[in-house]
């Protein structure tokens, strides 16, 4: 049963890319960046050695601990991705749940990535072991320390696999994840502001909280290569056997329940039907703003957006050289101004093929601007509280509340920007939105470098256009903030015109860009 999930792991991989270029180069990174990092795990888990004992071990718990972690929440974003993650496409197999466990885990160890672990796993054999007892025990310590990784990323995938084809769950997916990207910030912003203490007494807190786990047993056996860490990796491998009975459990659970993401939804109409304009403009704008409240994509962008510049706020006000006043204000404010209008850079991307419809129906350039004005004035409304309240919160931590005026003013004029900026790449570098069931897939396959040049190209746009009206307000000219808006507008609707007009003279070649199969 290993061997038959193994070889369906492998044809899958091949028939993935079997005629498709894109997808062979891309593949080609994916082993390069798996080399990379065995290397380089393997490098810096041996350099270990070359500290203390008690600063050795420490590291190697956390660590552990931290590779533990990466395992369990990797699979999560690529749900919906890799045929393998998912007991639903199995589930009409006639497969016990025993047959199940042992076939998805042995096609979880096939791959670039868990030997990449491995390798990083090896060098810590080297980094933290001090005898030949700790190097032996840490051979067996480190195919615990994997099986754990692989067997709990499994039970909580599985668990959770019902939950995450609904769009609810992506939903709490998607929150989750930026909440947990935030919170590795926080040791950051401790430490820059004096609470954590020394790095060596936060890095022995954290060792001490991940102490008893099985990752930080593995990890402390090997260190300590005494009977008693023998006793820790057998604590471990019953661990692991433990949870390999829990996750047949789950799997049995699964394969005979209904699947949630057929039950029937209601659709809802949209609060602001009643207070839209009439016509295609107000058409438009309803359509984003059930896009916005239903795409989870879109939606963890926002929240990214906001998350990231409220870390951005605290970080940039710590320290002697950190900001005040105005300035840090109107940064944290720019900063989330920017992240929500770069991601109207593939404003078509969303419709997909969808979008057929509204190109049998634009008649002239001005259709197609009507288009993007609806876009753009339903990105503004759901944006222009959002940036009042990253304003109000930068104002206050700089110190006066009237700084949030000049805040707001430059940031809703940087959005405008970015949307004008968004427009252009939109017409001239569209791609494909995956029909996934994932927040974090953002392009079709063979279209990353796509996507990545369109983000860049935009970022860069708007940096250099906002720079002669945003940048004086950030060295302290505020009442230069009252220029921006009508700047950031002339730019939109400038962006709006040229856009309209490359897309509207290749709107086939747009159409069957984002309408790529995925």
């Known amino acids: 049963m290993a061997w038959l ?17 894109m997808r062979q180069i891309g593949f080609v990174f994916t082993l390069v960046g798996a080399a990379a990092a065995a290397c380089g795990g393997l490098v810096l888990t041996s350099l270990l050695r070359l500290a203390p004992a008690d600063v050795a071990a420490d590291a190697g718990m956390v660590l552990f601990t931290l590779l533990a972690l990466i395992w369990v929440a990797g699979p999560l974003l690529v749900f919906g991705v890799d045929e393998t993650l998912d007991p639903a496409r199995l589930s009409l197999f006639p497969l016990t749940a025993g047959q199940m466990a042992v076939g998805m885990f042995a096609a979880s160890v096939t791959g ?21 007892s700790g190097a032996l025990i840490g051979l067996v310590a480190v195919l615990f320390q994997l099986a754990f990784c692989l067997v709990a990323s499994r039970v909580v995938t599985t668990a959770l696999s019902r939950v995450l084809r609904t769009r609810r769950g992506r939903d709490l ?20 502001r004096g609470i954590g203490g020394a790095p060596r007494e936060l890095l022995r807190s954290l060792a001490e909280a991940v102490r008893w786990g099985p990752p930080g047993m593995a990890a402390h056996a090997i260190a300590d290569g005494s009977f008693a860490g023998l006793a820790e990796v057998a604590a471990v491998g019953v661990v692991v056997l433990i949870l390999a009975d829990v996750w047949v459990v789950v799997l049995r659970r699964t394969m005979v329940r209904s699947d949630a993401s ?35 994509r879109g939606r963890m962008g926002w929240i990214a957006a906001v998350g990231i510049s409220g870390v951005l706020m605290f970080s940039l006000s710590s320290g002697p050289n950190g900001l005040a006043g105005a300035t840090l204000a109107v940064s944290a404010a720019c900063a989330g101004a920017l992240m929500i209008g770069l991601q109207g850079a593939n404003a ?37 509280p959002l940036l009042a309240l990253l304003s109000v919160a930068g104002a206050l931590v700089a110190g006066h509340a009237v700084w949030a005026v000049p805040a707001l003013l430059a940031s809703i004029g940087l959005l405008q920007i970015a949307l004008g900026v968004g427009a252009v790449i939109s017409v001239v570098l569209p791609y494909t939105y995956p029909e996934r069931i994932n927040a974090f897939t953002s392009a079709a396959p063979g279209q990353g470098g796509v996507a990545f040049a369109g983000s860049f190209g935009a970022m860069l746009g708007t940096s250099l256009l906002s720079a002669p009206v945003v940048l004086p307000v950030l060295l ?27 897309g509207y003279a290749r709107l086939p070649d747009l159409l069957a860009a984002v309408s790529r199969p995925s």
Do not use: C
């Open 348 to 384: 078509f991307g969303i419709d997909g093929r969808a979008l057929w419809m509204n190109a049998i129906v634009y008649s002239s350039r001005r259709d197609l601007r009507t288009d993007l004005a609806g876009r753009h004035l339903a990105v503004s409304l759901v944006a222009a």
């Open 112 to 132: 670039p990535w868990p030997l990449a672990s491995l390798f990083t796993l090896l060098g810590a054999v080297f980094g933290l072991s001090r005898d030949v």
């Open 476 to 502: 302290g000219l505020t009442w230069a903030s009252v220029l921006v808006v009508p700047y950031g507008l002339a730019v939109g609707v400038g962006g709006r015109r040229l856009a309209a007009t490359i």
């Open 173 to 192: 997916l998607a929150i989750g994840v930026v909440f947990v990207i935030l919170l590795t910030q926080v040791p950051n912003l401790l430490l820059n």
């Open 262 to 296: 057929t039950e029937v939804g209601s659709v809802r109409r949209s609060r602001f039907d009643g207070l839209l304009p009439a016509g295609p403009l107000g058409a438009v704008v309803s359509k984003e703003l059930k896009y916005l409240r239903r795409e989870p």
């Open 5 to 21: 999930f193994v070889r369906l792991k492998l044809r899958l991989i091949a028939g993935n890319l079997r005629g498709d270029a």
